[in-house]
């Protein structure tokens, strides 16, 4: 009884996530936005270790280099290291990759408010590193400026992203999931996706 | 050559965490603050899991629970997963938990602001779950509190926590070290607290 009610808690129905949600139920970036013009002078930033940070000048990444001229599927959750539902998300992806590559697409993106060395940390010990492409947004400023985010205070978290992916074609969105909840994968997970490309 | 480069950049000479740090050279607690009256109605959050975070109802630990009546050992730096400063940092306090127990320390505590699972993947990761306590300040509300805070932005991590260890008696701060970089570790390290208990 105690397991099904914190494998419940954990995975579908966590109240503070919840709430947090209720915050928002809808996101201004929508299908037809443009992704580049929505986040202007926004960068993302490339996980990688500390050292590789040091080596690379803390360089970031304009969002023109991730989604000019490419087929991208992007999904953005609230963090790492959150849990058997995160954990589920991403593998879905990681496992679906090949078929997203039979079906055209360039990139598959996981981004999170998290700085760029714990998402590759994380992206580490989920073994998805090389299917996938994780960045940080460790200001939110991503986030902020497609309405993205949500008070996850309550989960000891902080501001951080909703549970969303979209099919960007060169930074034009052609579909858009935003889960009610962030604890949710109800549209946000890579099968629904893989039918809308 | 160029791997002394990088050696030198991420052991001592970061030039961003040192115009970070050079907001601020001191910071408000000092010898002879109570810190729990410096930073009221402040808790932090032990590290664990997601699940062990579901199952505690997200509870945060009130700082009397962690100083009041004991003799502490505290240490900050500026985040998980951040390089071999920081992994230098820890394992130093690990290594000599059996001193510091000698000396009648009932607890060494290590704190970030990052949250309380990121906290926790690093510990394990770290090894150091079992000699240390760690606790996520994942709304740097304790850190703001003390005068602790930096902006590490250049480095792609934002506002986190400068580079500190406190020797504390019953809430009292009897020593407390602070950096002038958050990537040196030239006085907050273990032997410096060792001699100062």
Chains 1, 2 share one sequence.
Not at 46 to 73: C, E, Y
Not at 97 to 106: C, P, T, V, Y
Request: charged share 25%; glycine share 6%; proline share 3%.
């Amino acid at each position: 009884m105690a397991s099904s009610v914190v494998k419940r808690a954990t995975c579908s129905a966590v109240a503070v996530l919840r709430s947090g949600a209720s915050l928002r139920s809808y996101a201004r970036v929508a299908s037809g936005t443009d992704i580049i013009a929505a986040a202007p002078n926004v960068s993302l930033q490339k996980a990688r270790s500390w050292d590789d940070g040091v080596s690379s000048k803390f360089s970031t990444t304009p969002l023109k280099d991730i989604f000019k001229d490419k087929k991208v599927v992007i999904f953005g959750l609230p963090g790492a290291y959150t849990g058997v539902c995160s954990n589920k998300h991403v593998p879905a992806y990681k496992d679906n990759i090949e078929k997203f590559k039979a079906k055209g697409i360039d990139s598959v993106v996981c981004v999170s408010i998290n700085d760029p060395y714990v998402m590759n940390a994380w992206a580490e010990k989920l073994q998805a590193q090389d299917a996938i492409e994780f960045y940080g947004d460790f200001d939110g400023s991503f986030h902020k400026s497609l309405d993205l985010v949500t008070d996850l205070s309550g989960a000891l978290l902080g501001t951080r992203s909703q549970r969303w992916s979209a099919y960007v074609v060169n930074g034009k969105v052609k579909a858009l999931n935003v889960e009610e909840a962030p604890s949710d994968v109800k549209v946000s997970g890579a099968d629904t996706i893989l039918e809308q490309i």
